[in-house]
């Protein structure tokens, strides 16, 4: 299957993931509900180590910190790659595609370095 | 700067984030704080599209509903990968360095195919 | 001042919480912003005893789960409780608006007992 | 059943969403597991009106967004007493129970005033 001989960062950690869930026999846990709810928990997991924080820069965090921030990082990135490789999404397209939309609905002449308006636009954005 | 003329999926997605937050002067918003925040929100988009289903496979979806799905898994990778911009981590060696972590915690022969199991090993996991 | 001395379940737990913060000089960090990221990671903890269960009734939670899950709710509690304080917001009269708004915009009669109308609905809702 | 009839907060909210679902037989829907995703997407939301403000001050906020933070904080609530009452959780008792743990793991006298104490105390809390 050329798919998976296909090289980049993408495939690479998509194979990673399958040889260690089918080790584990863990293939029937993840429907894309359940792997979409375990990303938001990552998610959260790294929005906790910030919530205190000022900024979060690299200074603020500190290099133990900053250990757990890029695992935690790495935790969403695999459920997002895991949730991809199950409904077969391409990521690197739907980045184009959503690019195209977000250049489209925030133009660069009309949002620029103004807090708020870039906060209005995001309202208009409706997510 | 060797870095920026990287190929890969992530330098390719990180130039096209750094092109259009420079556009539209918006760095000055992205500390890491707000940026994992922003990652949190598009996650809770994400599995709300899940949340009532079944299990949400690409049937149960739809075709529309898929593209949705789709556009909010770019805007997560995008916000993980703005991130790791702004706090320079490799995402690729975050993701090997973990998975190192993962196989020692989960051990195959120990949790394999079993829902309990797998269940209290996420428990020990202590996420 | 006579609201500190109502009775009822949210002005309790909303004194409790500020004798807790102010016996340890906590007000600072207690932001808006930075509370409504702690409520979500408190949410996403919750989320989390459920990810991998089939509907997380009573019983297949157990006991042990059941308890670690009234804690995560109470954690919610106690942020969402705490932001109202803070940006003195009446829990109770928002409900009751909200309500309104929802019985508006999910009529019973178009919506009743159907999963597929229920989530179109949903996305109605625009959430 | 005494229950029922029971005055409060929490026993007012809880019967005026057991009517409004009952009205709509979404009762279906409503296992914990959906329960807990439906608070953590809502939650997401409250936080997406705070991720690009300073402080989310009531000033910052204005009316407009004060409006849709309260209906969002209404929404929260609306799931965590309706999960409450899915896993028959007391959630005053739960608050009760979870500041005693609180007040002996946060020390008032180790942990007072520091921002620093604060967040390392947060991070043995393990949450």
Known sequence: MAEQTASGDFATIRETIRTF??????????????LS????VEAAELLEHFQW???GSREELGAAKLEQ????MADVLVYLVRL??????DLNAAVSEKMVLNR?????????GDA????EYKDYKGT
Chains 1, 2, 3, 4 share one sequence.
């Open 21 to 34: 869930v089918d080790e584990r026999d863990w293939d029937q846990f993840h429907t894309p509900k359940n």
């Open 37 to 40: 709810s375990a990303l938001c």
């Open 53 to 55: 924080l000022q900024t």
């Open 69 to 72: 921030v890029r695992h935690e």
């Open 84 to 89: 991809a490789d199950k409904l077969d999404v």
């Open 104 to 112: 489209a609905k925030y133009p660069a002449d009309k949002v620029r």
């Open 116 to 119: 708020r308006k870039y906060d």
